[in-house]
């Protein structure tokens, strides 16, 4: 498929009526929303909402059943994963599958190497990227070996050794303990200060509301509503459709 140029008045990633159905259930209905370079976006749903499927139909893992992504304007619905990849999109996913025998710096340096054909370069890539998300202590080892929090941060820089200019971000903070995520969040920050934009799928409230400029609600498949973090937790739609089930479970 050719990438066709579209307006997208300045956003980075512009979704427009994205639907996808698999034999017969709805994941996704309708679901429209833009990414401004330089934002942070959260996505919030119960489970099943579509989160994920929206994630899939963004990087094309799974093309949309009816509507559009744009990058930069640039229509590419239907374009390969790897080229999306290329064109900008890195991901990191919420089940870490690492090459476990390869070192940390291996595995990151086969991410660098869809960027550039020069081992040399992959390899300088690798390593900084390695030291910026701060597993410069186990580059040599096994990413079997790696903890819980370790493998969170190995998925990062797989997604940063793209250089992306969006990052999809599939809860990367989901099975890290407070002490862990506080580090995690400022890294995220800090990526953010380096000129990367971020969607963002996360049941940690604390940390959607710390880090989004703004929040799309997903629910059966549709979004429910749109805003900063103090319109959306004021919303009493979502409060009834999800943050009341949040706090019951935080309660419990």
């Known amino acids: 498929m050719s990438v066709d140029t579209a ?11 994205v639907t996808k159905t698999f034999s017969g259930l709805t994941a996704l209905e309708d679901v429209s ?8 976006k959260g996505v919030i749903g119960p489970n099943g909402a579509g989160k994920t499927t929206l ?29 999306i990849a290329r064109a900008g999109i890195a991901r990191t996913y919420q089940l870490m599958k690492p090459f476990g025998t390869l070192s940390v710096r291996d595995n990151v340096l086969i991410a660098a190497l869809q960027r550039t054909g020069s081992m040399k370069e992959a390899r300088v890539r690798a390593g900084d990227v390695v030291e910026r998300v701060g597993l410069a202590s186990w580059a040599d080892d096994q990413a079997a070996g ?11 820089a797989r ?14 903070l989901a099975g890290l303990v407070p002490s862990e995520r506080a580090p995690v969040m400022e890294l995220l920050a800090e990526i ?8 963002f799928v996360e049941h940690v409230m604390a940390a959607v509301m710390e880090l989004s400029d703004e929040i799309v609600v997903l629910h059966h498949g549709q979004v429910l509503a749109t805003g900063t973090p103090d319109q959306v937790t004021s919303d009493p739609a979502v409060v009834e459709a999800y943050l009341g089930e949040e706090q019951s479970d935080a309660d419990a």
């Open 55 to 83: 994630f899939n139909v963004i990087a094309g893992s799974f093309p949309p059943t009816a509507g559009e992504v744009l990058l930069r304007g640039k229509v590419v619905t239907g374009l390969p994963s790897h080229r």
């Open 146 to 156: 790696l903890s819980t929090a370790g493998r969170k941060r190995l998925e990062l």
């Open 33 to 40: 929303f833009e990414v401004q370079p330089g934002q942070i």
């Open 192 to 199: 953010r200060r380096g000129g990367v934009t971020m969607l």
């Open 7 to 17: 307006a997208s008045d300045g956003a980075l990633l512009s979704i427009r009526g």
């Open 159 to 172: 997604a940063l050794a793209l250089e992306p200019d969006l990052l999809l971000l599939d809860e990367v």
